[in-house]
């Protein structure tokens, strides 16, 4: 039985559970990565609460815009939506030392480190076992960092699961690029802080 499947015979276990216990806190960097992530969720039964923690997106008016993306999207399906205010100058600490590594590199892995253990924080203080992150959406990203980062938070705040979901398995990053144009969402062309931006955009 593949991975796909075996998550939705969960569906029907879940169902019978409490509320607060079908609740998954995901870490979004934007509306549009969210998109897929957030029905595909809603589908095996658990319940997306959407938080919103990307002191890295640069400059701040297109944080600014892709938080609002995030926010209509959310309001018109009805998701929950938790906004982490956080001044730049967090992630240029935290990837000190890293500005010129490439795309792919350490700089992305301490900012995947960065957000998602912010994450795991907001996760235990709302009383929410488990969370996720819809940065493994993007063929851009490398799941394994993704994952090894979340662990790693989950590992440092007890009490609390991160769950490994590559959601761009199953044609997903395709899926959530339709979901994003057939909600008219601005999709930006680069990943968000000011060392991704690329030299043609």
Same mark, same amino acid.
Do not use: W
């Given at each position: 039985?593949?991975?796909?499947?075996?998550? /939705?015979?969960?569906?029907?276990?879940?169902?019978?559970?409490? !509320?607060?216990?079908?609740?998954?806190? &995901?870490? %979004?960097?934007?509306?549009?990565?969210?998109?897929?992530?957030?029905?595909?969720?809603?589908?095996?039964?658990?319940?997306?609460?959407?938080?919103?923690?990307?002191?890295? /997106?640069?400059?701040?008016?297109?944080?600014?815009?892709?938080?609002?993306?995030?926010?209509?999207?959310?309001?018109?399906?009805?998701?929950?939506?938790?906004?982490?205010?956080?001044?730049?100058? &967090? =992630?240029?600490? @935290?990837?000190?030392?890293?500005?010129?590594?490439?795309?792919?590199?350490?700089? %992305?892995?301490?900012? =995947? !480190?960065?957000?998602?253990?912010? @994450?795991?924080?907001?996760?235990?203080?709302?009383? /929410?076992?488990?969370?996720?992150?819809?940065?493994? &959406?993007?063929?851009?990203?490398?799941?394994?960092?993704?994952?090894?980062?979340?662990?790693?938070? @989950?590992?440092? /705040?007890?009490?609390?699961?991160?769950?490994?979901?590559?959601?761009?398995?199953?044609?997903?990053?395709?899926?959530?690029?339709?979901?994003?144009?057939?909600?008219?969402?601005?999709?930006?062309?680069?990943?968000?802080?000011? =060392?991704?931006?690329?030299?043609?955009?």
């Amino acid at each position: 039985m593949s991975e796909f499947y075996k998550k /939705i015979k969960t569906l029907y276990d879940k169902n019978d559970l409490k !509320e607060e216990d079908r609740k998954i806190l &995901v870490h %979004c960097c934007c509306a549009v990565c969210f998109g897929y992530p957030s029905q595909y969720l809603k589908m095996l039964g658990y319940i997306p609460v959407a938080y919103f923690f990307n002191p890295n /997106i640069y400059p701040l008016e297109e944080q600014k815009r892709r938080y609002e993306e995030l926010e209509k999207y959310c309001s018109k399906y009805d998701f929950e939506l938790i906004k982490e205010d956080a001044a730049p100058e &967090v =992630f240029y600490e @935290a990837i000190k030392g890293l500005e010129d590594e490439p795309e792919k590199g350490l700089r %992305c892995n301490k900012c =995947f !480190e960065l957000r998602l253990l912010k @994450a795991a924080q907001k996760a235990k203080e709302l009383k /929410i076992g488990q969370f996720t992150t819809t940065l493994s &959406v993007s063929p851009h990203k490398v799941s394994k960092n993704i994952f090894e980062a979340g662990n790693k938070a @989950a590992k440092t /705040i007890s009490g609390v699961k991160f769950l490994d979901f590559d959601f761009k398995k199953n044609n997903g990053f395709n899926v959530t690029q339709k979901i994003a144009t057939y909600n008219n969402m601005y999709k930006q062309t680069y990943c968000g802080c000011e =060392f991704s931006i690329r030299k043609d955009a």
